[in-house]
């Protein structure tokens, strides 16, 4: 099977875009994502992202008990830390192997280094060891979320990406239901390092299933034909400008709770958020496409538009139980439905956004605007909960309303990389988004992080309702920007 890309980055779906067809007898019928053609690449990839969403959220939940059982759970900032700053310059440099050799060595690499990293992790005899599989794992994941995505993309005709991509949700939903409990589970009649070991066990299966996918798909034909620059995508040599960056989320990460929780080490975290900042600023414009600071038309656009939708839904979403617990006493049990609504609701949204007469009626910036709006509506619910306004259902009504939004605006945007940027370049343009949306996550933990820290004794709803604020306000200036999402040679500007 070909490689499926684009092969110039002027040209722009529309609304009118025709959904192929494949024809049986005298009547043409759509061609679907889980037919007998396309079945193996598609189990393959929904294989694989259940694998990544049960390790998540297994991970996420027994974090706390691996950093207790090893005596480190003053490094605990520093592990969730590492697989974040790791990933950021695995993606970089896999963006670009990807274009070199294909999407194959790539995804194979990565699930190989994933195996490493939870033996590593699973047999940890300290906390030095465990970061350091956190670290690697950081990497696997890294390599794997680029070379998936490009494998996508390639392996299935245009028309089913879209499809493919709502897939992507709907594969977290049963794991962030039943991976915080299985991980409970699994400690209480084990141990916390069973954890980490179950998803090198499940990993076999999800080999077995992508295999025949990626059999379908060629390596490039020239892969030892250099990649060519485009001043579009940034630098020719992306591993510093990606090491940079990496460094300098790592000391925004760890300073501000350093700096501000009132300890003894708050000039060790105002020195790191001096140094952060100041490495950011002299690294952000290298590792990012050219013109992403300003959202110029096209790739820097959409690359822009992702790093503010993930501070736009992170920064509500990912305090959002926190809040429940703190300000309605609610219990870590129900606080965690906000992460059901999460993941029910974002399915519904890219599902919603996979439908044919969406695809047909919307363009991508229109879907891009009707998901941020939904978000910035939506959002008003948790903040208004938070201040006690309103109560726990109508709350989480509205985060359901900016689930949806951002169902619908996270596929668009993943698309329409792969629309604008020719089929050599897809990794380095892949690589790009994701290191802003690692870029935009930090930053909310970053800020959020200092500023509970420096409210910890008297944290209100006031102070969560400022985050949540400033995620609407983010949304509302991503809504100004979506028309940049069109190269500048066709949107006429």
Do not use: C
């Amino acid at each position: 099977m070909t490689l499926l890309g684009m092969t110039s980055t002027t040209r722009v779906p529309t609304a009118t875009t025709r959904v192929p067809t494949a024809t049986t007898g005298d009547f043409p019928t759509p061609e679907r994502l889980f037919s007998a053609r396309h079945f193996p690449v598609a189990l393959g990839i929904v294989a694989l992202v259940t694998l990544g969403a049960f390790e998540n959220r297994a991970t996420i939940s027994i974090m706390p008990t691996a950093a207790r059982a090893l005596d480190g759970l003053a490094w605990f900032g520093p592990a969730n830390a590492a697989s974040m700053v790791t990933f950021m310059v695995a993606v970089a440099v896999g963006g670009r192997w990807v274009d070199r050799v294909g999407s194959r060595t790539v995804l194979l690499s990565g699930l190989a280094t994933f195996a490493v990293a939870q033996v590593v992790t699973a047999s940890a005899p300290s906390m030095t060891v465990f970061i350091a599989g956190r670290g690697i794992s950081g990497v696997a994941e890294g390599l794997i979320d680029v070379s998936t995505l490009v494998f996508a993309a390639r392996a299935l005709p245009e028309h089913l990406r879209a499809k493919v991509f709502a897939t992507f949700a709907a594969a977290w939903i049963l794991p962030s239901l039943v991976g915080p409990g299985a991980a409970g589970a699994a400690e209480a009649l084990i141990g916390w390092r069973l954890v980490f070991l179950l998803p090198s066990v499940l990993l076999v299966p999800a080999v077995l299933l992508i295999l025949p996918g990626l059999r379908r798909v060629s390596p490039r034909r020239d892969a030892s034909a250099p990649t060519p620059s485009d001043p579009a995508h940034g630098t020719s040599g992306p591993l510093l400008p990606a090491l940079g960056l990496a460094t300098a989320v790592a000391l925004l990460s760890v300073g501000g709770p350093l700096a501000f929780d009132g300890g003894p080490h708050r000039y060790a975290g105002l020195t790191s958020l001096v140094i952060g900042s100041a490495l950011l600023v002299v690294t952000i414009r290298a590792a990012l496409p050219a013109g992403t600071l300003r959202a110029a038309h096209g790739i820097p656009a959409v690359v822009a538009l992702r790093t503010l939708l993930v501070i736009a839904f992170g920064g509500i979403g990912g305090y959002l139980p926190l809040m429940l617990d703190v300000t309605h006493d609610v219990g870590p049990a129900l606080a965690g439905i906000s992460l059901s609504v999460t993941g029910v609701f974002w399915a519904a949204g890219s599902a919603i956004h996979g439908l044919d007469p969406v695809q047909r009626r919307l363009d991508a910036a229109a879907r891009v605007r009707l998901g941020l709006t939904l978000i910035a509506l939506g959002g008003v619910g948790p903040v208004l909960l938070s201040l006690d306004v309103i109560g726990l259902v109508p709350g989480l009504t509205g985060w359901a309303v900016a689930a949806t939004g951002m169902g619908l605006s996270s596929p668009s945007l993943a698309t329409e990389i792969f629309t604008l940027a020719p089929e050599r370049e897809q990794g380095q343009a892949t690589a790009a988004s994701q290191i802003g949306a690692s870029l935009g996550s930090a930053l909310t933990t970053a800020g959020g992080g200092a500023l509970i820290a420096a409210r910890h004794d008297t944290l209100d709803g006031g102070v969560f309702a400022l985050l949540m604020g400033i995620s609407i306000a983010t949304a509302v200036i991503a809504l100004t920007v979506t028309h940049r999402m069109r190269p500048e040679t066709i949107s006429g500007h």
